[in-house]
């Protein structure tokens, strides 16, 4: 998946193929109807509760009719954050003081009218 601007292909189709780099490929894919796809999903509504049984998520089928919120501890080593960069795997939604941004974030937050 590409999250940046810019992509290039390199494999054997293309007049450009340089053998010695890795073999890329572009492909543009379209999805249609991602809200109505994600609003005929099961949702939760009724009968919450907490469990203590141990729960392999991957052997959870896509369309179980009991669905479950994890809360885990996580090591995300940091060799994998630039990897990573353009998807976390884990996000979390926290509030970011000033201090912890970076010097050009700085200069727009000053710079923005909100």
Known sequence: MISHR?????NVYLSTYDSTLPS???IYLDANNL????MSQHLP??????TDEDVNF????NDSDIGYIFEV???YPD????????????PEKIEVSVSECSPILKILLKNSVF
């Open 45 to 50: 509504t009724h009968d919450f509760s907490w």
């Open 6 to 10: 810019y992509a290039k292909a390199n």
């Open 79 to 90: 060799e994998l954050h630039d990897l990573h960069n353009c998807y976390p795997l884990a």
């Open 58 to 61: 991957m052997d959870v089928p």
């Open 35 to 38: 809200y109505g796809w994600a």
């Open 73 to 75: 501890d996580l090591e």
């Open 24 to 26: 890329s490929y572009i």
